[in-house]
Antibody
Framework: QVQLEESGPGLVRPSQTLSLSCTVS??????????WSWVRQPAGKGLEWIGR???????HYSPSLKNRVAMSIDTSKNQFSLELTSVTATDTAVYYC???????????WGPGTLVTVAS | SFELTQPTSVSVSPGQIASISCSGN??????VCWYLQKAGQSPVLVIF???KRPSGIPERFSGSNSGNTATLTISGTQAMDEADFFC??????????FGGGTKLTVL
């Protein structure tokens, strides 16, 4: 079954760039009809979709974050990545990566990684 | 922007039926997914395409979607079902949208 794992710094300074990677196992990131999404969840709050990327590099970002988000994909490493610029304390959250199959929902999620924005 | 509205909390007695609603404009025109999330864990997909269960999800979980409301129903609710539940749908302008989440308490 598909497995995902997030990695990256747990602490980011305000105004800096948050960078995370997601390593995918047991399925090729080039599999047709698989999108790769990022979701975040502040402590005690709900889920917020950040955006997704397809194997071609095509992206779709949440309108509320699109001015600060960039995603990329590295097929040689079977990884995809997230960059969020100009972070503030409100970007503190657990960040998840997930498979995003067309019409099939987010069937697999990583364990999540806590990113704290603080000086 | 497209929004999905869920009740903040739902309570149910063990063995009874729990229903969690998710409301959005013309929600019935798109597919809805449901996720269960227990404390400290990643979300788990329990319903996709309105009413389909992934492999391994118990039959007591079912879903429906019509008009402006989707509903997740848990029949014969068990103590282990106590969790947060989130609905999700796609909007061409907003992308994926999640409901605010419903805390299910099994009393």
């Amino acid at each position: 079954q598909v497995q995902l794992e997030e990695s990256g710094p747990g602490l980011v300074r305000p105004s800096q760039t948050l960078s995370l990677s997601c390593t995918v196992s047991n399925v090729s990131i080039n599999t047709p009809n698989f999108y790769w999404s990022w979701v975040r969840q502040p402590a005690g709050k709900g889920l917020e979709w950040i955006g997704r990327i397809y194997m071609t590099g095509n992206t779709h970002y949440s309108p509320s974050l699109k001015n600060r988000v960039a995603m990329s994909i590295d097929t040689s490493k079977n990884q995809f990545s997230l960059e969020l610029t100009s972070v503030t304390a409100t970007d503190t959250a657990v960040y998840y990566c997930a498979t995003d199959r067309i019409s099939y929902g987010f069937a697999a999620w990583g364990p999540g990684t806590l990113v704290t924005v603080a000086s | 922007s497209f929004e999905l509205t869920q009740p903040t909390s739902v309570s149910v007695s063990p063995g009874q039926i729990a229903s969690i609603s998710c409301s959005g404009n013309k929600l019935g025109d798109t597919y809805v997914c449901w996720y269960l999330q227990k404390a400290g864990q990643s979300p788990v997909l329990v319903i996709f395409q309105d009413d389909k269960r992934p492999s391994g999800i118990p039959e007591r979980f079912s879903g429906s979607n019509s008009g402006n409301t989707a509903t997740l129903t848990i029949s014969g609710t068990q103590a282990m079902d106590e969790a947060d539940f989130f609905c999700q749908a796609w909007d061409d302008d907003s992308g994926w949208v999640f409901g605010g989440g419903t805390k299910l308490t099994v009393l």
